[in-house]
């Protein structure tokens, strides 16, 4: 099954997810470290979070979180930007977007599912 976002004004192209891609994205998502770094990142809003940052908010060795890093990114999740002698993580949205995209595909009207649940 594959989920194929509209384009987006200013995208280059749309994204879209098969089935393996989202195995991939999700796997890396069930990890709770990785989940954690991963709310972090989106949480950014684009800025971007480095890896110092990140290492300290998850008390985390760099090794560790180096792999837990580079793990998000082959799942194509989060890209890295190197910005003088920083390296910033940022959320690939659009790839976020496709994944939200393809689990609504599984099952369309899921309102009843998601109507009623609390906010966080």
């Keep these: 099954m594959t989920a194929v976002l509209r384009p987006v004004p200013g995208d280059p192209q749309p994204c879209a997810l098969n089935g393996a891609e989202a195995v991939a994205a999700l796997a890396a998502l069930g990890n709770p470290t990785r989940l954690h770094a991963f709310r972090l990142i989106v949480a950014a809003e684009g800025t971007g979070v480095n890896v110092g940052t990140l290492q300290a908010m998850l008390d ?5 979180l180096n792999h837990h890093l580079n793990t998000l990114v082959r799942a194509g999740l989060v890209r890295q930007h190197r910005q003088g ?6 959320v690939e949205a659009p790839r976020l977007a496709a994944l939200a995209q393809f689990l609504h595909a599984l099952a369309p ?10 906010q966080e």
């Design 60 to 64: 985390t060795p760099a090794s560790t």
């Design 85 to 90: 002698r920083e390296i910033l993580n940022l």
């Design 109 to 118: 009207s899921t309102d009843h599912f998601f109507g009623n649940m609390p």
